[in-house]
Each structure stands twice: as structure tokens, then as C-alpha cells.
């Protein structure tokens, strides 16, 4: 039986991803800050482990307990919604510590085994926002971008160590908490208030292509599990139109 260890499955695209797997009958490693076990249905088949993609110690402690899996999807990750001109470094440092810092950390920490095995699948989940330039998220952009960049040259250098290397790239799904969880600076500023206001009604608005959860959850398992799968796989209709 095969297992997958998920990031950031309190909710959202990790829990969905999770029950995709569960439901395909693999081990289901499903981590998150803080551990929630009634959030997938009771399974022998599923382990919920404490991760913070920020902390190394967390990191490290998560590896040792896991021991070998076959897949790991990297989908832990913090939203921002900020006008450029009023981003806080500590704002720019939160998202890069949390999406791209510890993307790159968790990989690491897995990455050993699979290349002593020469096997694996590592799924970086990003965001379709890195292929078309949004107001308002250049920050979290940026994070993306980033872990895009990296990603692509990992597949490289792995190309013939028998690891897949993946990314998805959700679109604009009105079932996550993306909204609601996001970091917000400068939204009430006089001189970007047209533009919040037409963007927060973009971004409430249901009409037109979406990205839902299992949307991404498939995306993920075709990544792990089709051998022919691209490197880079668009999750959703509005990110299928943009790539």
C-alpha cells in the first residue's frame, strides 16, 4: 500500500486532497499546525500529524515519525491581499517563509529517501496567479513564482533519478478560506479604493469558469499516479483558460 504525506490539510485543497486519496485506498499522512483528527472520516489508513512548514524542529520531527512514503504534496501556504506600495516587509517575510522557505524545507527533508529509493512524486501546489499579473497580490505572487522557478529546476535535476516533480495550479476556487484567512494591508487606502473595491467583487463573484477542491485533488492524483502526466497542471476551468 502506498502512502502520501499532504501539508496544510486543515481545510481547503490539503483536506480535499487527502479524502481523494483516502478514498483510493492509499496511507494518508494528513499534517496541519494543529491537529485536527474529526476533519476526514476514521480510516486505519490515515495518520494526522502535527506540521508547521516554518519551523525546522516541526519539519524534522514530522520526517522521523513518517518514515518512507511514496508521494509528497507540498500545499501548505498563506494568502495576502495588499497594494504593493503599503506591503510590510514582515508581511513579505511571512509569505515567503510559509509558501516558497518552507516548500523548499519540507522537499528537503523527503527528498533523500526518494532518491535513495529512485522512486517518488513530489506535487508542489501554486497558483494559477503566476501566469496572468493581478493587482493586489504581488506579494503572494511573488511566493508562488518562486516555488514555480524552483520547482522546475529540481524536475531538471532530477529528470533521471526516477522522481516525478510536479506543480498544480489551482484558479480562483470560492470553497477555500483563502478570502477569509488572508493577510490584509493597505485595502483602506484612498488612493488604491477603486481598485480594492472592483477587486473584492471579483473575487466574490461565482458566475463564469471557477476552481473547486476536487478540481485540484484530481489534479494532484493524476501528478502522483499517471506517469504521462506534464510537469505543470492547471486545476480548474479559469486556470485551464489562462494556461
Not at 21 to 27: P, Y
Not at 102 to 121: C, D, E, I, N
Not at 130 to 136: H, I, Y
Not at 177 to 204: C, H, I, K, P, W
Request: aromatic residues 6%.
Amino acid at each position: 500500500m502506498k502512502t502520501v504525506l499532504i501539508t496544510g490539510c486543515s481545510s481547503g485543497f490539503g483536506l480535499e486532497i487527502a479524502r481523494h486519496f483516502l478514498e483510493r485506498d492509499w496511507q494518508v499522512v494528513a499534517t496541519m499546525r494543529t491537529p485536527r483528527e474529526d476533519l476526514l472520516p476514521p480510516s486505519e489508513r490515515l495518520r494526522v500529524l502535527a506540521l508547521d512548514v516554518t519551523d525546522p524542529e516541526s519539519i524534522r520531527r514530522a520526517a522521523e515519525a513518517v518514515g518512507p512514503v511514496d508521494a509528497l504534496v507540498n500545499n501548505a501556504g498563506v494568502g495576502a491581499g495588499a497594494p504593493f506600495e503599503f506591503t510590510s516587509p514582515a508581511l513579505a517575510r511571512e509569505l515567503f517563509e510559509t509558501n516558497t522557505i518552507g516548500t523548499m524545507a519540507v522537499t528537503q527533508a523527503f527528498l533523500p529517501q526518494f532518491r535513495a529509493r529512485g522512486s517518488g512524486a513530489i506535487v508542489n501546489v501554486t497558483s494559477s496567479v503566476t501566469m496572468k499579473a493581478l493587482p493586489l497580490v504581488s506579494l503572494y505572487s511573488a511566493s508562488k513564482a518562486a516555488v514555480n522557478a524552483f520547482t522546475e529546476s529540481m524536475a531538471v535535476e532530477l529528470a533521471s533519478s526516477g522522481i516525478h516533480v510536479h506543480l498544480v495550479l489551482p484558479g480562483r476556487s470560492p470553497e477555500t478560506r483563502f478570502g477569509d484567512n488572508a493577510r490584509r494591508e493597505g485595502l483602506d487606502s484612498d488612493a488604491y479604493a477603486e481598485l480594492v473595491q472592483r477587486m473584492l467583487s471579483t473575487f466574490t463573484e461565482t458566475s463564469g469558469p471557477l476552481t473547486y477542491a476536487k478540481d485540484v485533488a484530481e489534479a494532484v492524483w493524476r501528478a502522483v499516479t499517471d506517469p504521462a502526466a506534464p510537469m505543470r497542471i492547471p486545476a480548474g476551468k479559469d486556470a485551464e483558460a489562462l494556461a
